[in-house]
Every structure is written in structure tokens, then in C-alpha cells.
Nanobody, 118 residues
């Protein structure tokens, strides 16, 4: 059983920064992708950033240059450093772990709320 626990959300003023953390535990295949998704009220969940266990990173256009995703593979932990935050970044942020072997398995955290005030 894989569990993901997020931390680091909160309230911040526009232009500020927050750092999210997500720790995965359980039986985890060494090659995997960990990432962050977000869901704003009335909108669909969308990818923010992801990073594979071998270092490949991917960012949504909306956060490119302002958000940084990083990992500590030995700790099965992923971070999201969010800088120059905008009010439209307000959402629940979910940690995701994806393992693709014979099939693809997605695991999700419960989410952490990020609120950016204008």
C-alpha cells in the first residue's frame, strides 16, 4: 500500500513564495514519476509539474520559470518551490506518484490548499 502525505500549503500574498512537500511510503518501484497537480474551484485537475526518478522534469506553461520541482529519491520525497505566486494559483494541490510497469498505477495524496491573496 502506497501513501502520500503532503505539507506546506497555506495563505500567501501575491508575489510571495511557498514550498510544498510530499513524502511517499510503502512499496514503491524505484523507477517512477512524482508530480504535483492542482484543482481550482469549478475547474478540472491539471498537471503543474512532474519529475521522474532519473531526473526528467516537466512543467505546465503557466508555471514555467516560477515553480521548481525537485526530488530526494532516497526519501521518496518530492518538493514544489512556488515563487512569484499569482492569485490564479489558488487551488488544492495534490501530490501524485505514477508507476508504469505492465500497467500504470496512480497514487494520490489528500491535497493541500494553497491560497494566494491579491
Amino acid at each position: 500500500q502506497v501513501q502520500l502525505v503532503e505539507s506546506g500549503g497555506g495563505l500567501v500574498q501575491a508575489g510571495g513564495s511557498l514550498r510544498l512537500s510530499c513524502a511517499a511510503s510503502g512499496s514503491i518501484f524505484s523507477f517512477n514519476t512524482m508530480g504535483w497537480y492542482r484543482q481550482a474551484p469549478g475547474k478540472e485537475r491539471e498537471l503543474v509539474a512532474s519529475a521522474t526518478s532519473i531526473g526528467t522534469r516537466n512543467y505546465a506553461d503557466a508555471v514555467m520559470g516560477r515553480f521548481i520541482i525537485s526530488r530526494e529519491n532516497a526519501k521518496n520525497t518530492v518538493y514544489l518551490q512556488m515563487n512569484s505566486l499569482k492569485p490564479e494559483a489558488t487551488a488544492v494541490y495534490y501530490c501524485n506518484l505514477r508507476v508504469s510497469r505492465s500497467s500504470t498505477m496512480d497514487y494520490w495524496g489528500k491535497g493541500t490548499l494553497v491560497t494566494v491573496s491579491s
